[in-house]
C-alpha cells in the first residue's frame, strides 16, 4: 500500500512540476470583427478571438509597431532554439506579414511559448494556428510597452506608441521680429509635421490668403505646428548699413500690420543667413507653403495662392499627414 501511496505522489509531482509550456491546449479561434487603430489611424489587423482575448501574429505585430517606440525585431537564437526579440529595434517587413486571414474559424493550439527576449528566457501566452504563432495582444502590450485601450461603443481596439524621432536634418536658425533666434530643429520637433508659409509683404495673393491662414493656424494648431516666414525681411550681417537695418525696420512694421488685419496668431519669422540659402534651393514663386516633418524632411509643397479655396486646398494637404 506505502508503495502505491508513494508512486502516486511521484506522479503528482511530476505533473506538478511539469513546464507550463508542455501544456498545450486546443480552443476554437474565430476571426475578430472589430475594429484596431495604431495611433488613431485604422489598420487592417489580422486577428483571431479566443476566449474572449484578441491574438495577432507576432511578426504582424512586429512590421505594426516598426518606427515606433515599441518596435522590436524578430530572429532566431540558435543556441537555445528559441524565437528571439530584440526590444526597440527596428524590424525589415517580409512578404508574408500582413496577409488577411484565410478562415474564419480555425483550432488554436493554446500554450506557452517559450522565448528569449533581450538576452533573457520569458515566457508568453500563444496560440498555434495553420503553422503561425498568434500572441495575446494585452500581454504583448505589456511586454515590448506599447498602450492598449478598448472603445465599447464602436468595438475599437486602440493600440498606441508614440513614433520614433530622428535627429532634425535642418540646422538652420530662424530669428522672430525682434531678433531672438530659435533653432529651426527646436520648433519641428513640437508636432509630427509642421505647416511653413514662405510670404512677402509686397506680394498681393500672399495678404489675400492671409486671412484663410489664420484661420487654418487656430483650426489645427493643437495637430501640427503652423509657422510663417517673410521672406522679402532681409537677415542681418556684419555688412548691412543702416539704411539696410532701416528697410528691414519697415518691412517688419509691415509684416505685423500685414498678420494683424488678417487676426493671424501664428508665429512669424525672419530668415537668417543659412535659412536664406536653404529656402533659395526650394521657392520659385510666392506664397510657397511646405509640409515638414520632425526629422527635417519636406513630405509636401504646395507653390502660389488660388483664387478660390485656399483654406480647403491647405486643408486637404495637412489632412493627408496627421493621424
Given amino acids: 500500500m506505502k508503495k502505491k501511496i508513494s508512486l502516486l505522489l511521484a506522479i503528482l509531482m511530476l505533473v ?56 522590436f525585431n524578430v530572429g532566431y537564437d540558435s543556441e537555445r532554439g528559441l524565437v528571439k ?48 504563432n498568434y500572441i495575446e495582444l494585452r500581454s504583448f502590450s505589456d511586454l515590448v510597452g506599447f ?36 533653432k529651426i530643429a527646436d520648433i519641428l520637433s513640437e508636432h509630427d509635421y509642421t505647416f511653413v508659409n514662405v510670404w512677402g509683404t509686397f506680394c498681393g495673393p500672399c495678404r489675400n490668403e492671409m486671412p484663410e491662414l489664420a484661420k487654418l493656424g487656430e483650426d489645427y494648431k493643437d495637430k501640427v505646428g503652423f509657422i510663417g516666414i517673410v521672406r522679402d525681411i532681409k537677415p542681418l550681417m556684419d555688412s548691412s548699413s543702416s539704411t539696410d537695418k532701416n528697410i528691414r525696420d519697415l518691412t517688419i512694421s509691415d509684416a505685423k500690420n500685414i498678420l494683424g488685419k488678417a487676426n493671424a496668431k501664428f508665429k512669424n519669422y525672419v530668415s537668417t543667413q543659412e ?41 486637404r494637404a495637412i489632412d493627408k499627414f496627421i493621424e
Fill in 275 to 315: 535659412a536664406k540659402a536653404f529656402l533659395d534651393t526650394l521657392i520659385t514663386g510666392l506664397p510657397t507653403s511646405f509640409i515638414i516633418d520632425s526629422e527635417g524632411n519636406v513630405v509636401d509643397t504646395l507653390i502660389g495662392a488660388s483664387a478660390y479655396g485656399n483654406y480647403e486646398r491647405y486643408k
Fill in 147 to 182: 498602450k492598449l485601450d478598448y472603445d465599447e461603443e464602436s468595438r475599437t481596439v486602440i493600440i498606441k506608441s508614440d513614433k520614433l524621432k530622428k535627429e532634425c536634418k535642418l540646422k538652420f536658425d530662424l530669428e522672430d521680429f525682434d531678433g531672438n533666434k530659435t
Fill in 16 to 71: 506538478t512540476l511539469m513546464p507550463m509550456s508542455m501544456a498545450a491546449s486546443k480552443e476554437k479561434a474565430v476571426m475578430s470583427t472589430q475594429k484596431f487603430t495604431l495611433n488613431g489611424k485604422s489598420i487592417n489587423a489580422a486577428a483571431y478571438i479566443i476566449g474572449g482575448k484578441n491574438y495577432l501574429k507576432l511578426r504582424d505585430m512586429a512590421a505594426l509597431l516598426n518606427g515606433k517606440k515599441a518596435q
Fill in 85 to 132: 526579440l530584440e526590444l526597440a529595434k527596428p524590424y525589415k517587413k517580409l512578404a508574408s506579414d500582413l496577409k488577411p486571414i484565410a478562415s474564419k474559424e480555425a483550432t488554436a493550439t493554446m500554450q506557452d511559448m517559450n522565448l528569449v527576449v533581450d538576452g533573457k528566457e520569458r515566457k508568453l501566452r500563444s496560440a498555434l494556428i495553420s503553422g503561425s
